[in-house]
């Protein structure tokens, strides 16, 4: 389940047309960035000439409305050939507006996933102050095997449906199901054919390298979040002299990939879902689920069983309860609504907000996201191929974490069964590659915090800005003055802060206040405007 609401999220919410910032669409006409002046054929240090990029003014959604050019790139389907059978990447550029003195390069950014459609990514600058976003042509791409990029992969679109088997592998039923849909998913993979042997993160960043070439670049900046963080450490290790400034938010532990790092998963999301019931509990007077954090969870897991005997509208099973809820790991802003379905649905008998929470919540139907997430993360490592140790490794968690503990093992045991040869992982270093921004919540629950610890000593150059008690995850666009200042400064001017001599944060920004219900669910005014659309519809995932 590694950063699988980041794909999921990502994918409801550029199909909603929500990546957008508020407040960015005074810029949306695009006036405001001028084109890229490309030479006939880019050089790049190499001396090789670069691909020639056909730019074209994008044509849909967000990203013409910014102005931005889409392209298609050739990559060698097989970098141990690359004069060989050749896939396309989409691209996408928001180009610099300022003068070549002024000009910082290129700045690739994925959003992680692995599965995630980067190609929309294009538009982050608009996050940032004119005086920073203008000075970089920002670049963003769908990785091979995603969105727009050709093939695009994709095995079982039913896969993720109503009322599924539910999760807990008793009685030994539940387990049966699961062990035969995940294998029935990995022989439907199949049908992708010779792309799923050339899937592996070291596949993306050498696509990433053939990019560089192409725009005709020394070096490249790069942005990773979550699982992109790994990618950038991937480039960084393996073409250290090819990046400039990176900014890594929310390290993935490049000593636990992925197995591990699932379980370590398991145990981060548990800790954020017990501070979500203790909020609840503290607004009791608006969603009257119990007045301590335990008695909430109590009523989450009772409502859970129950959804066990009688699903929801014969749809929302127990599976889909947990997959509803499951962003609460990832933002706050997703706590007020969330807690009110929770509330309305106990309390209130509403059933039919379930559906369609589960229905809109990116899960539901997202078979390439899912299907590229395999294909990258059963093949850049090995996975335990017998039962006995998923039961044995799994159970233990649970004994910590059950909430996510089974949800996450059977959303990964398709690994199991993958149709293409697992490879060892890289083994990340970082002693020649230049400063890099790592920013990271101390209660991140999809790469918990101890990763971005290990990223650090890979990385004896980057400095590391934590957020004490932050449980969201992927937060350094989020309005916090003190994390924007490091972001800001770094990318205008390269500057950080000191590096400790510690295995610890280089320095420690406070998490910003904990959100206010919007509205009460029995008719306990929060002073919100309900008129107003849901804080979690306009997450950036």
């Not at 990029?53 to 392209?71: M, P, T, V």
């Not at 054919?193 to 790069?222: C, Y």
Request: proline content about 7%; hydrophobic content about 35%.
């Amino acid at each position: 389940m590694i950063l699988r609401l980041l794909v999921l999220l990502s994918t409801a919410a550029v199909s909603a047309g929500l990546l957008v910032p508020t407040g960015a669409a005074a810029d949306a006409s695009g006036s405001h960035f001028t084109p890229f002046k490309q030479s006939a054929k880019p050089k790049d240090a190499d001396g090789r000439g670069g691909d020639r990029i056909n730019w074209k003014r994008c044509r849909n959604g967000d990203l013409a409305a910014y102005g931005a050019q889409c392209a298609m790139v050739k990559v060698p389907l097989n970098h141990d050939r690359p004069r060989g059978k050749q896939i396309k990447l989409a691209v996408s550029r928001v180009s610099s507006s300022v003068g070549e003195q002024r000009y910082q390069g290129v700045m690739l950014v994925n959003p992680g996933g692995p599965g995630g459609s980067g190609l929309p990514w294009s538009t982050l600058g608009t996050w940032l102050p004119n005086r920073v976003s203008a000075e970089y042509d920002w670049i963003g791409f769908d990785p091979r095997g995603v969105g727009r990029s050709r093939p695009s992969l994709n095995c079982d679109r039913d896969y993720f449906g109503f009322n599924r088997p539910n999760y807990f592998p008793e009685p030994v039923a539940n387990r049966d199901a699961w062990l035969a849909r995940t294998k029935n998913y990995a022989k439907d993979c199949r049908k992708n054919g010779k792309i799923l042997k050339h899937m592996s993160t070291v596949d993306s960043a050498k696509d990433m390298e053939v990019l560089r070439r192409a725009l005709g670049v020394k070096e490249i900046n790069f942005y990773g979040f979550s699982y992109g963080t790994y990618l950038g450490q991937v480039y960084s290790t393996l073409y250290p002299d090819r990046v400039r400034r990176q900014v890594f938010d929310s390290n993935v532990n490049p000593q636990r990939v992925f197995y591990q790092a699932n379980l370590d998963q398991d145990v981060a999301f548990q800790r954020v879902f017990d501070e979500w019931f203790a909020w609840i509990a503290k607004y009791d007077t608006t969603y009257q689920l119990g007045s301590t954090g335990a008695a909430v969870s109590r009523r989450f897991t009772e409502a859970q069983a129950q959804l066990a005997i009688t699903p929801a509208e014969g749809k929302i099973g127990p599976s889909e309860w947990i997959d509803i809820f499951t962003p609460v790991g990832y933002s706050t802003s997703t706590w007020p609504y969330l807690a009110e379905s929770f509330s309305r649905y106990v309390r209130l008998g509403q059933s039919r907000q379930l559906v369609n929470e589960y229905r809109d919540s990116g899960q539901f139907r997202n078979d390439n996201g899912y299907a590229v997430y395999l294909a990258v993360q059963c093949t850049d490592a090995p996975w335990p191929t017998n039962w006995d140790t998923w039961a044995a490794d799994n159970w233990a968690s649970y004994a910590k974490a059950p909430l996510l503990t089974w949800p996450n093992a059977w959303f990964n045991y398709p690994c199991v069964y993958w149709p293409a040869p697992a490879s060892q992982p890289v083994r990340v270093k970082g002693k020649r590659v230049p400063p890099v921004l790592l920013i990271s919540g101390t209660l991140d629950a999809p790469t918990p915090y101890s990763g971005s610890l290990q990223v650090r000593e890979k990385f004896p150059k980057s400095r590391l800005v934590a957020i004490a008690g932050e449980t969201g995850h992927a937060t350094s666009l989020d309005d916090n003055r003190c994390v924007r200042k490091y972001l800001v400064d770094y990318l205008s001017t390269g500057a950080l802060p000191k590096r400790d001599s510690g295995k610890t944060a280089d320095v420690t920004c406070k998490a910003a206040p904990l959100p206010k219900p919007e509205f009460g669910v029995f008719g306990n005014s929060t002073g919100a405007d309900p008129s107003q659309p849901d804080t979690w519809r306009n997450w950036r995932w």
